[in-house]
């Protein structure tokens, strides 16, 4: 099984600031997408094929690979982007999730 | 609109059965692999199962292979999950979506089930 480990855990940005959220995989994937999940609610497809933006996702999100890593990054904190994201691994059985990254403003 | 709407949650023993159902709308049911991911504050989001198009193909994570079943019926647009034999540990709200072979797309707003003596 792969292990996808997120860090850090837990975070606190104010508005304008850069975020920056990585996710490593215990074996090579090829491509990994991000969900963002707001309090109470269902996740959400919020990037894809590591660097795509799902529909409606600002473009002030954006997603990166290097090497086994991959990493979602804000360009400029909203109020709005506070919710926990979660990385997940598209192709060895079975599909795994990490542990969550909560972004607090 | 997708929606995807889940139902038949609820409280049950340890070793009891139960079946969540989830109608979905919106979109060609027939043309898309259906999942279930469930999600529970000790083990986070999970991948549970999952369908492919044509009621052929089913995929399970091995803690549940064996007790849970995944189905569907196009006809009516919905997907199933059979749970028997439940455990402690198959406590979570579960979630049905969309599963566009890489990724999970749209997801209902989920039904709790708590296994429980």
């Known amino acids: 099984e792969i292990v996808l480990t997120q860090s850090p855990t837990t975070m606190a940005a104010s508005p304008g600031e850069r975020v920056t959220i990585t996710c490593r995989a215990s074996?090579?994937?090829?491509?990994m997408y991000w969900y963002q999940q707001m309090s109470g609610a269902s996740p959400k497809l919020w990037i894809y094929d590591s660097s795509k933006l799902a529909s409606g996702v600002p473009d002030r999100f954006s997603g990166s690979v290097s090497g086994t890593s991959y990493s979602l990054t804000i360009n400029t904190m909203e109020a709005e982007d506070a919710a926990t994201y979660y990385c997940q691994q598209c192709c060895s059985l079975p599909y795994t999730f990490g542990a969550g990254t909560k972004l607090e403003l | 609109e997708v929606q995807l709407v889940e139902s038949g949650g609820g409280l049950v023993q340890p070793g009891d059965s139960l079946k969540l159902s989830c109608a979905a709308s919106g979109f060609t049911f027939s043309e898309y692999a259906m999942a279930w991911v469930r999600q529970s504050p000790k083990r986070g989001l999970e991948w549970v199962a999952t369908?492919?198009?044509?009621?052929?193909?089913?995929y399970y994570r091995n803690s549940v292979k064996g007790r849970f079943t995944i189905s569907r019926d196009n006809a009516r647009s919905a997907l199933y999950l059979q749970m028997d034999s439940l455990r402690s540990e198959d406590t979570a709200t579960y979630y049905c979506?969309?599963?566009?072979?890489?990724?999970?797309?749209?997801w209902g707003q989920g039904t709790l089930v708590t296994v429980s003596s």
């Open positions: 979506t969309t599963h566009r072979t890489l990724w999970f797309g749209h």
């Open positions: 074996s090579s994937v090829n491509y």
């Open positions: 369908i492919i198009y044509d009621d052929d193909s089913t």
